[in-house]
């Protein structure tokens, strides 16, 4: 397959946890490998990630749903251990303090999303996904500059697009029942496209 744009994720998998990096916009057009990424990492018994979203210019709903079943794709991979968090999900928003200490992550969430800004923390927000993961929007205390691999996207064809782009807005419902009636049409219209493939 063809490899599309210029890579807006890159990666630290040797790390533990593992580090992503953002730069640029986040969106359908290039969500797809960060959910390969995180199969891919499951795979390997890797089951904690940390996101700086620093750089991140913008995100739309399909990168968001994409997030949201990374969240819970991770809860799965460590349900069998302590970082599981509580049968509620208790995510949300967390300061510097107490986030790291010694460069070790001390969330009981699998997914940490660092030094996100105000704009990206009113969607996350918004669309209640901060319940499945920990939120930070401080100057998270964590070096990214070993971020260096970069994540590429692959040329996928229309029907793909459209199984990913309805996985993810499924992912925001399961996340948040709410979500339901927010993209209730693009659900329907997705649907409809994957079901006349």
Do not use: Y
């Amino acid at each position: 397959m063809v490899e599309t744009g210029k890579p807006v994720f890159f990666v630290d998998a040797h790390a533990d946890p593992v580090v992503m990096r953002i730069e640029g916009r986040a969106s359908f057009q290039n969500s797809g490998c960060l959910r390969d990424f995180v199969t891919e990492m499951l795979a390997q018994g890797k089951t904690r990630l940390v996101i700086d979203f620093q750089h991140c210019t913008s995100m739309d709903s399909t990168f968001l749903g994409i997030l949201a079943g990374v969240a819970l794709q991770l809860r799965k991979g460590n349900a069998g251990g302590a970082a599981a968090g509580g049968a509620g999900g208790q995510g949300g928003e967390r300061g510097v303090t107490g986030a790291l200490r010694g460069g070790k992550s001390e969330s009981s969430q699998p997914l940490i999303l660092a030094r996100v800004g105000q704009r990206n923390l009113e969607l996350i927000r918004n669309l209640g996904i901060h319940r499945l993961m920990t939120v930070d929007s401080g100057d998270f205390k964590m070096n990214f500059d070993h971020c260096a691999r970069p994540l590429t996207q692959q040329e996928q064809d229309e029907l793909s697009n459209a199984r990913m782009a309805l996985e993810a807005h499924e992912n925001l419902v399961a996340a948040d029942e709410s979500n339901r009636s927010k993209f209730q049409d693009v659900l329907s219209f997705l649907k409809n496209r994957v079901d006349a493939r």
